[in-house]
């Protein structure tokens, strides 16, 4: 398959006053375009850091990120947004839903920056909506969802945009295990029946047995990466 993803000596430097901290030194990755990969490591062992940086959130030091082709380290920080709202969705450990919207309307957000109409936009966030199997509860506020189907909101919004690539930061953290085997199937099969290319941070040796690979962080450094049964 082809190369999606393409990261060469990759470094990151954080600066705290005169200190600097490198949480990320000589990083070289390659994903294949519909690759389901778990990252996994120690607290501080900059699995985050490199998620951030693959997701465009955050700028690396020193090397190069390649994705789809696009040299994202060198692009300006305009550029960059517009680049991660097109080709990138986010799911985080708490799921980032506006409160006072319906799971609808939470996920058209991302659909705002585009010049599509609102009846396309509802039409996208429906089909979202359903693929994640929440279609019966589009009108519900998140306060009237359960965990597992407020972070299944915020994968249909991850979604609704279709995106070249999934980030997801500790997706289970916040969930019961019958939730998280839920969210962790769902997104198995997104990457299985549509391709999706899924990086995934966790500290959970199930949730990474969801993932066809699995890559070791340890001190900013990679250590193992190993294919999964």
């Given at each position: 398959?082809?190369?999606?993803?393409?990261?060469?000596?990759?470094?990151?430097?954080?600066?705290?006053?005169?200190?600097?901290?490198?949480?990320?030194?000589?990083?070289?990755?390659?994903?294949?375009?519909?690759?389901?990969?778990?990252?996994?490591?120690?607290?501080?062992?900059?699995?985050?850091?490199?998620?951030?940086?693959?997701?465009?959130?955050?700028?690396?030091?020193?090397?190069?990120?390649?994705?789809?082709?696009?040299?994202?380290?060198?692009?300006?920080?305009?550029?960059?947004?517009?680049?991660?709202?097109?080709?990138?969705?986010?799911?985080?450990?708490?799921?980032?839903?506006?409160?006072?919207?319906?799971?609808?309307?939470?996920?058209e957000?991302?659909?705002?920056?585009?010049?599509?109409?609102?009846?396309?936009?509802?039409?996208?966030?429906?089909?979202?909506?359903?693929?994640?199997?929440?279609?019966?509860?589009?009108?519900?506020?998140?306060?009237?969802?359960?965990?597992?189907?407020?972070?299944?909101?915020?994968?249909?919004?991850?979604?609704?945009?279709?995106?070249?690539?999934?980030?997801?930061?500790?997706?289970?953290?916040?969930?019961?295990?019958?939730?998280?085997?839920?969210?962790?199937?769902?997104?198995?099969?997104?990457?299985?029946?549509?391709?999706?290319?899924?990086?995934m941070?966790?500290?959970?040796?199930?949730?990474?047995?969801?993932?066809?690979?699995t890559?070791?962080?340890d001190?900013?450094?990679?250590?193992?990466?190993?294919?999964?049964?």
């Open positions: 398959m082809a190369k999606l993803i393409e990261i060469r000596d990759l470094s990151k430097v954080y600066e705290r006053g005169r200190q600097k901290v490198e949480v990320l030194h000589s990083i070289n990755l390659d994903v294949e375009q519909g690759d389901f990969l778990a990252l996994m490591g120690p607290s501080g062992s900059g699995k985050t850091t490199l998620l951030n940086l693959i997701g465009g959130l955050d700028q690396p030091t020193g090397g190069s990120i390649s994705v789809g082709g696009q040299r994202i380290d060198q692009l300006s920080a305009g550029a960059l947004a517009k680049w991660r709202s097109a080709k990138v969705g986010f799911v985080f450990q708490f799921y980032n839903l506006m409160p006072m919207l319906s799971a609808q309307r939470n996920v957000l991302p659909l705002l920056l585009t010049k599509l109409s609102g009846a396309e936009r509802k039409k996208r966030a429906s089909i979202a909506l359903q693929l994640v199997g929440l279609a019966d509860r589009a009108a519900h506020k998140p306060t009237e969802l359960s965990g597992g189907q407020q972070q299944r909101v915020s994968i249909a919004r991850a979604i609704v945009s279709d995106p070249t690539l999934l980030v997801c930061d500790e997706p289970t953290g916040d969930l019961d295990r019958q939730s998280a085997e839920e969210v962790l199937a769902l997104l198995r099969a997104l990457n299985r029946d549509h391709g999706k290319t899924i990086l941070v966790t500290h959970d040796p199930k949730a990474a047995g969801y993932a066809n690979n890559l070791h962080l001190k900013g450094t990679l250590v193992e990466q190993a294919a999964v049964a």
